[in-house]
């Protein structure tokens, strides 16, 4: 498998001189109405913030991830939701997890490029799924 390469630096993304008038976040009733996020918030923190400390959690155990990955009573590396929303790239996930594990990364790291090569897939081919 490939080395992609190493993750591109931050953007530096200057702020507009004036912003738009907007709606107070409150405003637009965003949270749910049926309480069925209770203990969502326990379990995980949106953003970058959180992605990086999920992955900074799974890369203590990152080269145990092989022998793990099929026992139901321990953690996956639960970076799924932070790569769909984009808070953690592919490249920095992968780079991050080789740098930490060496070649104890190989499992999940095939494993992180077959989840990439599906996502490929269902956006330019929809009707495979």
């Known amino acids: 498998m490939g080395e992609p390469d190493e993750p591109l630096p ?5 702020a ?3 912003w738009p008038e907007s709606l107070a976040l409150a405003d637009l009733e965003l ?5 069925w996020d209770s203990g969502l918030a326990e379990e995980w923190t949106p953003g970058e913030a ?17 022998g793990d990955r099929d ?18 790239s592919p490249r920095q996930v992968w780079t991050a997890v080789r740098d930490a594990a060496g070649r ?14 599906a996502h ?10």
């Open 10 to 14: 931050e953007p530096a993304l200057p």
């Open 50 to 66: 959180g992605g990086r400390e999920r992955l900074d959690d799974f890369l203590r155990r990152a080269g145990r991830y092989e």
């Open 71 to 88: 026992r139901p009573a321990l953690p996956s590396s639960q970076l799924s939701p932070h790569l769909h929303f984009g808070e953690l």
């Open 31 to 35: 949270l749910p109405r049926i309480p």
């Open 16 to 18: 507009p001189e004036a």
């Open 104 to 117: 104890a990364a190989e499992p999940y790291l095939h494993q992180l490029g077959w989840r990439d090569f």
């Open 120 to 129: 490929h897939l269902l956006y330019h081919f929809p009707h495979t799924a």
